[in-house]
């Protein structure tokens, strides 16, 4: 056993199985969204091992908030590890795969993502948790690490700059 790590309970043992069976779905979503869903599992469990190993700092009342943010960080590590797919690419079944599901379509859009391209790196983040997450208030503040009236800000703040950014690319 590692120096530091402690035998397991059995209460953590049925604690850490109910978030794996509750937020699988949500994390593999999430990094099927912004990489290469061929790696979207493994990314997910490489999330779920760090949360078995910091399961005493793990909020019990916003789990899935750090296990979003937690995933954020295990991306950002990703993608400096390997070479990242071109945005036009689509990640292995091509293009009819991207036809048959509104979120990847709205993803492949030019216009969207020429908009999203240009309102930087937070707004980004903070949109797509809120669009494809459904994360608003308290469970984006977590994510965040910010205050939730700050979250609400950076949320606003992040709408108003995506209009003004598609506004931009549809004027002819």
């Known amino acids: 056993m590692p120096e530091g790590d402690s035998p397991a309970t059995s209460v953590e043992v049925a604690w850490f199985t109910a978030v794996v069976h509750e937020h699988s779905a949500a994390l593999v979503r999430y990094f099927a969204r912004r990489g290469p869903r061929q790696d979207a599992e493994d990314l997910a469990a490489e999330v779920f091992a760090i949360a078995w190993r910091g399961r005493a700092d793990v909020p019990t009342e916003a789990v899935l908030p750090w296990l979003y943010r937690t995933a954020g960080f295990v991306l950002a590590n990703h993608r400096r590890k390997h070479i990242d797919l ?63 009236s700050g979250a609400d800000a950076a949320l606003s703040r992040a709408r108003k700059r995506l209009r003004d950014a598609w506004g931009e690319r549809l004027v002819f």
């Open 86 to 148: 071109p945005v036009e690419t689509v990640p292995e079944s091509g293009e009819a795969r991207v036809a048959d599901d509104p979120e990847l379509s709205a993803l492949f859009d030019a216009e969207l993502r020429g908009a999203l391209a240009s309102v930087g790196e937070r707004d980004r983040r903070i949109l797509l948790l809120h669009a494809w997450e459904g994360l608003d208030g308290a469970e984006l503040a977590e994510v965040l690490g910010i205050s939730r």
